[in-house]
Protein backbone atom coordinates (compact mmCIF):
# COMPACT_ATOMS: atom_id res chain seq x y z
CA UNK A 1 0.00 0.00 0.00
CA UNK A 2 1.86 3.62 -0.91
CA UNK A 3 1.59 6.01 1.73
CA UNK A 4 3.06 9.59 1.53
CA UNK A 5 3.96 11.21 4.58
CA UNK A 6 4.68 14.75 4.72
CA UNK A 7 6.32 17.23 7.68
CA UNK A 8 7.83 20.38 8.14
CA UNK A 9 5.20 22.75 7.74
CA UNK A 10 4.52 25.84 9.78
CA UNK A 11 4.24 29.32 10.09
CA UNK A 12 7.29 31.50 9.44
CA UNK A 13 7.69 35.53 8.23
CA UNK A 14 8.08 36.74 5.16
CA UNK A 15 11.67 36.56 4.04
CA UNK A 16 12.07 33.14 6.32
CA UNK A 17 12.55 29.74 5.49
CA UNK A 18 10.73 26.07 5.96
CA UNK A 19 12.02 22.80 4.57
CA UNK A 20 9.67 20.14 4.09
CA UNK A 21 10.20 16.10 4.20
CA UNK A 22 7.93 13.63 2.76
CA UNK A 23 8.63 10.13 3.14
CA UNK A 24 7.42 7.34 0.71
CA UNK A 25 6.58 3.56 1.62
CA UNK A 26 4.89 0.75 -0.66
CA UNK A 27 6.80 1.17 -3.61
CA UNK A 28 10.34 1.60 -5.11
CA UNK A 29 10.89 5.00 -4.40
CA UNK A 30 14.07 5.35 -6.33
CA UNK A 31 12.92 4.63 -9.38
CA UNK A 32 10.34 7.37 -9.48
CA UNK A 33 10.09 10.93 -10.20
CA UNK A 34 8.75 12.69 -7.05
CA UNK A 35 7.25 16.30 -6.57
CA UNK A 36 5.56 18.68 -4.57
CA UNK A 37 2.14 20.77 -5.28
CA UNK A 38 0.17 23.18 -3.35
CA UNK A 39 -3.20 24.43 -2.62
CA UNK A 40 -4.42 27.92 -1.73
CA UNK A 41 -7.46 28.51 0.14
CA UNK A 42 -9.83 28.95 -2.66
CA UNK A 43 -7.43 28.13 -5.34
CA UNK A 44 -6.89 24.89 -7.36
CA UNK A 45 -3.87 22.31 -6.32
CA UNK A 46 -0.88 23.89 -8.63
CA UNK A 47 2.66 22.14 -9.57
CA UNK A 48 5.59 23.20 -7.21
CA UNK A 49 8.52 21.21 -8.35
CA UNK A 50 9.42 17.97 -9.61
CA UNK A 51 12.64 15.53 -9.58
CA UNK A 52 14.25 12.94 -11.83
CA UNK A 53 14.12 9.76 -10.13
CA UNK A 54 18.23 9.99 -9.51
CA UNK A 55 18.08 13.42 -8.73
CA UNK A 56 19.75 14.96 -11.36
CA UNK A 57 17.17 17.04 -13.10
CA UNK A 58 14.51 19.48 -11.30
CA UNK A 59 11.77 21.47 -12.33
CA UNK A 60 10.15 24.50 -10.98
CA UNK A 61 7.28 26.37 -11.26
CA UNK A 62 8.08 29.96 -12.48
CA UNK A 63 6.63 31.36 -9.22
CA UNK A 64 9.16 29.44 -6.85
CA UNK A 65 12.16 29.32 -9.37
CA UNK A 66 14.83 30.33 -7.65
CA UNK A 67 13.58 30.47 -3.91
CA UNK A 68 12.67 27.09 -3.90
CA UNK A 69 15.24 23.85 -3.99
CA UNK A 70 13.81 20.29 -4.59
CA UNK A 71 16.02 17.24 -3.57
CA UNK A 72 15.57 13.73 -2.88
CA UNK A 73 17.39 10.78 -0.62
CA UNK A 74 16.79 7.83 -2.51
CA UNK A 75 18.45 5.50 0.59
CA UNK A 76 15.94 7.11 2.99
CA UNK A 77 12.99 7.09 0.67
CA UNK A 78 12.09 11.06 1.51
CA UNK A 79 11.74 13.98 -0.90
CA UNK A 80 12.68 17.61 0.14
CA UNK A 81 11.56 20.77 -0.49
CA UNK A 82 13.48 23.54 0.88
CA UNK A 83 11.72 27.09 0.83
CA UNK A 84 13.67 30.00 1.27
CA UNK A 85 12.71 34.23 0.62
CA UNK A 86 8.79 32.81 1.48
CA UNK A 87 6.14 35.32 0.78
CA UNK A 88 2.30 35.36 1.90
CA UNK A 89 1.11 34.23 -1.57
CA UNK A 90 3.25 31.07 -1.00
CA UNK A 91 1.19 30.65 1.99
CA UNK A 92 -0.99 26.68 1.29
CA UNK A 93 -1.06 23.27 2.00
CA UNK A 94 1.65 21.65 0.53
CA UNK A 95 1.43 18.20 -0.80
CA UNK A 96 3.83 15.76 -2.03
CA UNK A 97 2.73 13.84 -4.63
CA UNK A 98 4.04 9.85 -6.29
CA UNK A 99 3.32 9.23 -9.74
CA UNK A 100 0.71 6.21 -9.95
CA UNK A 101 2.92 4.69 -13.26
CA UNK A 102 6.82 4.73 -13.38
CA UNK A 103 7.75 8.23 -14.59
CA UNK A 104 11.25 8.93 -14.10
CA UNK A 105 11.50 12.17 -15.94
CA UNK A 106 10.54 15.24 -14.90
CA UNK A 107 8.72 16.47 -18.06
CA UNK A 108 6.49 12.80 -17.80
CA UNK A 109 6.23 13.43 -13.99
CA UNK A 110 3.93 16.78 -14.57
CA UNK A 111 1.40 15.08 -16.91
CA UNK A 112 0.83 12.11 -14.77
CA UNK A 113 -1.94 11.00 -12.14
CA UNK A 114 -0.67 10.71 -8.42
CA UNK A 115 -0.96 9.12 -5.02
CA UNK A 116 -1.07 12.04 -3.01
CA UNK A 117 0.05 12.31 1.07
CA UNK A 118 -2.13 14.06 3.55
CA UNK A 119 -0.70 17.47 2.66
CA UNK A 120 1.66 19.91 5.38
CA UNK A 121 0.07 23.57 6.11
CA UNK A 122 2.74 26.75 5.43
CA UNK A 123 1.82 29.71 6.74
CA UNK A 124 3.92 33.33 5.66
CA UNK A 125 2.58 35.70 7.65
CA UNK A 126 3.67 39.30 9.66
Known amino acids: QVQLVESGGGWVQPGGSLRLSCVVSGRTFSTYAMGWFRQAPGKEREFVAAISYRGGDMDYAASVQGRFTISRDNAKSTVYLLMNMLQPEDTAIYYC???????????????????WGQGTQVTVSS
Open 97 to 115: ALPTARVQSTHDYRRSKYH
